[in-house]
């Protein structure tokens, strides 16, 4: 069973930046596509972004674009989500999710970590 560990979440000022990791102990994360999604409360669970198996490819939702980028070290089993430029409705908790052949900004991930929480707040 393929277990998704994500770090790095915390408390930031708005304008400030952090960086989301998404490992996966023991796996080889080179075999899976994987996503972030964030959901915040009473809102639903929503891609943010995603990252081919080879990492060529990544996707980005508008609401994110030109702030975050994703990418992997594969030789690390990890996944990285940069977010820079960060607003109030940018906190969330937020998820990484993998799959061997589901790739999209959608919920037909397999696996789903359980979510470290991002709080943007003067």
């Known amino acids: 069973q393929l277990q998704l560990v994500e770090s790095g979440g915390g408390l930031v000022q708005p304008g400030g930046s952090l960086r989301l990791s998404c490992a996966a102990p023991g796996f080889t994360s080179g075999d899976y596509n994987i996503g972030w999604f964030r959901q915040a409360p009473g809102k639903e669970r929503e891609g943010v972004s995603c990252?081919?198996?080879?990492?060529?490819?990544?996707r980005y939702a508008d609401s994110v674009k030109g702030r975050f980028t994703i990418s992997r070290d594969n030789a690390k089993n990890t996944v990285y989500l940069q977010m820079n430029r960060l607003k109030p409705e940018d906190t969330a908790v937020y998820y990484c999710?993998?799959?061997?052949?589901?790739?999209?900004?959608?919920?037909?991930?397999?696996?789903w970590g359980q979510g470290t929480q991002v709080t943007v707040s003067s």
């Open positions: 999710a993998a799959d061997s052949a589901y790739y999209g900004l959608g919920l037909g991930y397999d696996y």
């Open positions: 990252i081919s198996k080879s990492g060529l490819g990544t």
